[in-house]
């Protein structure tokens, strides 16, 4: 899949279709910028902070929980939370009452207290549009860090399989593909932690067992995920790792992709296959904005006077139009099913520091120096946090947007509907002004003042 962006001078536009598989299927895929992926689902997270709790010890803060509705009475062998009680020398169990809760916070040294942010999470199918506490649920119960047992690829394009390790496992080796013809695979980035840590092993009704994958979420523990094990003296070390396989498309058919898992030691724990299929089937059968094709032939040498930047410099980092607004048509495929349309723009990131540097021991007995030094910088080419859906926080993933991590701004549309587009280029301004006030003497003062800035603009001019 070519560009998804479009631009003039001061415009930008990226563009991005769900669809999914015909007949009536969970498979469908995302389309954002130059590539897409095929996934088994699009799932949302909603985390709302419902209140912060201040108390003495644990104990105060897990006991004004239960006031608020919040915990339950636990057990020795079923609990969430656990506190010690010091005046009765007793440890006190807690349940949450209800699922999608959870709590993160500790003791604060500044004020000499604990202090707990309640949250509350949900996960929503952002296609079938249904919402549930546990992304399992929606998931047919397939764990959203396990090792997936099938994969597409485009022919002549590449996509990346995630792999998620944990339980002390951090590398893959012995990759291999099965039609090297027909899928390519090589590893590509890695995300490796190593650490002497152990699980914490929790208890369920006198069941013993431990979260793989708290790791990547330490509030939320699923129980598709859970491993359980004898006893809570059990040790599994907490080592992970993230690491990405980049398979390509080199022709049409099948191949399975095999690799074999080792651990922080070294030591051979596991294997997984992966069978990948290569289509020659494009998603799309058109896309157009103003009568102009998104999509370039794929074949080397074709001439495509339609394509929206036909005659255009091949080698421009920035693909540009001069149209401000024009119909979007998107066409799919027989075997698959368009779902949504999302334009995004470009959102601005404002970042600001001021510095005082006070100079006073440098005087020498005749000047006293006091500096200030403001730094601005405004920027479309960086991720920032945004609350995309307005509920005054930045811990969602919405529309398969992570809110902590944005650079478009997206709003669905309707096909074959005119879209006006935006006047936002990818640019980056700096400015800083550096102010000094000199004192020569108790009668004399003068302040001198530096102010430089920067603009780059990277849409052609």
């Known amino acids: 899949m070519n560009a998804k962006k479009l631009g003039a001078m001061l415009l930008t536009i990226s563009m991005a279709a769900t669809f999914a598989a015909a007949p009536a299927s969970t498979s469908n895929a995302a389309v954002r910028d130059d590539y897409y992926i095929l996934s088994e689902d699009i799932i ?4 709302k902070e419902v209140a912060t709790y201040t108390g003495t010890s644990e104990l105060d803060v897990y006991n004004q929980l239960k006031t608020a509705g919040i915990l339950v009475d636990g057990t020795q062998y079923d609990y969430d ?6 005046d009765n020398g007793i440890t006190v169990y807690f349940k949450y009452k209800a699922d999608g809760y959870s709590i993160t916070g500790g003791y604060v040294k500044s004020t000499k207290n604990y202090s707990y942010t309640l949250r509350y999470k949900e996960y929503k199918d ?5 919402v549930s506490t546990s992304r399992s649920a929606l998931t047919n119960g397939t764990s959203e860090y396990a090792i997936p047992k099938k994969a597409s690829v485009q022919k002549g394009n590449y996509s990346d399989i995630t792999i998620y390790l944990a339980e002390g496992n951090t590398q893959i080796k012995n990759l291999k593909s099965s039609k090297k013809k027909v899928v390519k695979a090589k590893i590509g980035s890695k995300d490796v932690h190593t650490t002497t840590d152990n699980y914490s092993i929790y208890t369920d009704n006198g069941n013993y067992y ?4 708290e790791v990547y979420d330490p509030y939320e523990v699923d129980e598709v995920d859970r491993v359980y094990v004898a006893n809570d003296e059990v040790k599994v070390n907490k080592s992970y790792a993230k690491i990405n396989l980049r398979v390509y498309g080199n022709k049409t ?7 074999d898992i080792y651990n922080k030691d070294n030591v051979k724990t596991g294997s997984a296959k992966i069978t990948v299929v290569s289509r020659d089937e494009s998603p799309f059968e058109s896309v157009t904005f103003a009568g102009k094709s998104l999509i370039q032939s794929s074949k080397i040498g074709t001439t495509d006077s339609k394509y929206i930047y036909y005659n255009k410099d091949a080698n421009a980092f920035y693909n540009y139009t001069t149209k401000k607004k024009g119909k979007l048509k998107v066409k799919v495929n027989d075997n698959f099913k368009l779902v949504r349309i999302q334009v995004g723009t470009l959102d601005v990131s404002k970042t600001a520091f001021t510095e005082d540097s006070d100079y006073s021991d440098y005087n020498f007995d005749t000047a006293d120096e006091t500096r200030t030094y403001n730094w601005t910088k405004e920027t479309t080419k960086e991720t920032h946090k945004v609350d995309l859906n307005g509920d005054g926080d930045t811990l969602d993933t919405v529309n398969g947007i992570s809110e902590s991590s944005v650079t478009f701004k997206y709003k669905t549309v309707k096909n074959n ?7 936002t280029p990818e640019y980056t301004k700096y400015s800083n002004v550096d102010s000094s006030v000199i004192k020569a003497d108790a009668s004399q003062s003068y302040t ?7 603009y780059a603009n990277t849409a052609p001019t």
């Open 44 to 47: 949302d997270t909603y985390t």
């Open 81 to 86: 939370l656990d506190a010690y009680d010091s």
């Open 126 to 130: 952002n296609v079938t549009g249904n």
């Open 210 to 213: 431990y979260d793989p994958y």
């Open 253 to 259: 058919g099948k191949s399975v992709v095999s690799f």
């Open 417 to 423: 509907k005119n879209i006006k587009l935006s006047k």
């Open 448 to 454: 001198k003042t530096n102010t430089s800035s920067t």
